[in-house]
Nanobody, 123 residues
Framework: QVQVVESGGGLVQAGGSLRLSCAAGGRAFGSYMGWFRQAPGKEREFVAGITWSGRDTLYADSVKGRFTISRDGAKDTMFLQMNSLKPEDTAVYYC?????????????????WGQGTQVTVSS
């Protein structure tokens, strides 16, 4: 059975930092992993992605230079370090795993999803 579980969300002031974690058990971790977010009234959007090896990463333009994605294969855990947070980063953040992906920024490529963790950035 595959489980994907996020943690680490919370409330932070603008300019602050948060670190999200994603624990992915089973075959979900031997795959391409991604972070998405969804704000109220908006579609789910891609934030960052990382290959199985951890060598290749991809970021949305809106977070490039502020967020860093990484993974620890020994612990089946993925991370999203978020710095210089802005109020527009407020959303529910989701961890997702894709067995095969042709378009890492497309939610439809991902098979397994976590329940989401709320990130709120106050101005």
């Amino acid at each position: 059975q595959v489980q994907v579980v996020e943690s680490g969300g919370g409330l932070v002031q603008a300019g602050g930092s948060l670190r999200l974690s994603c624990a992915a058990g089973g075959r979900a971790f031997g795959s391409y992993m991604g972070w998405f977010r969804q704000a109220p009234g908006k579609e789910r959007e891609f934030v960052a992605g990382i290959t199985w090896s951890g060598r290749d990463t991809l970021y949305a333009d809106s977070v490039k230079g502020r967020f860093t994605i990484s993974r620890d294969g020994a612990k089946d855990t993925m991370f999203l370090q978020m710095n210089s947070l802005k109020p527009e980063d407020t959303a529910v953040y989701y961890c997702a795993a894709a067995l095969v992906t042709r378009n890492p920024s497309s939610p439809s490529d991902y098979l397994y999803w976590g329940q989401g963790t709320q990130v709120t950035v106050s101005s």
